[in-house]
Nanobody, 120 residues
Framework: QVQLVESGGGVVQPGGSLRLSCAAS????????ASWYRQPPGRQRELVAG???????SYADSVKGRFTISRDTSKNTVYLQMNSLEPGDPAVYYC??????????????WGQGIQVTVSA
């Protein structure tokens, strides 16, 4: 069993910052790749940031230069630092993390989603 719990969402003014956290728990041996997705109201879920097993990061053009994905493998936690938030950023944000189970199988899991609102 793997559970991802997201935290850090909320309401922020345009130009403000938030940091989302995604903590993995369960029968986990180690963390690997991770991604953040977002789903604005009435729109499809889209990939906004990813980090590979090796640590290479990638970003959607809409967030490049403003968002940073990182991870702390000792805490089994992935982060999304969001700076210079814009009116187009509000959405429900979801993390997806690949972990190595104690049983030695690789497993991908989704967070529950967390609301980010940008409001003046």
């Amino acid at each position: 069993q793997v559970q991802l719990v997201e935290s850090g969402g909320g309401v922020v003014q345009p130009g403000g910052s938030l940091r989302l956290s995604c903590a993995a728990s369960g029968s986990i041996s180690s963390m690997s790749a991770a991604s953040w997705y977002r789903q604005p109201p009435g729109r499809q879920r889209e990939l906004v940031a990813g980090i590979t097993h090796e640590g290479t990061t990638s970003y959607a053009d809409s967030v490049k230069g403003r968002f940073t994905i990182s991870r702390d493998t000792s805490k089994n936690t992935v982060y999304l630092q969001m700076n210079s938030l814009e009116p187009g950023d509000p959405a429900v944000y979801y993390c997806n993390v690949v972990v190595r189970l104690i049983a030695q199988r690789w497993h991908g899991s989704w967070g529950q989603g967390i609301q980010v609102t940008v409001s003046a």
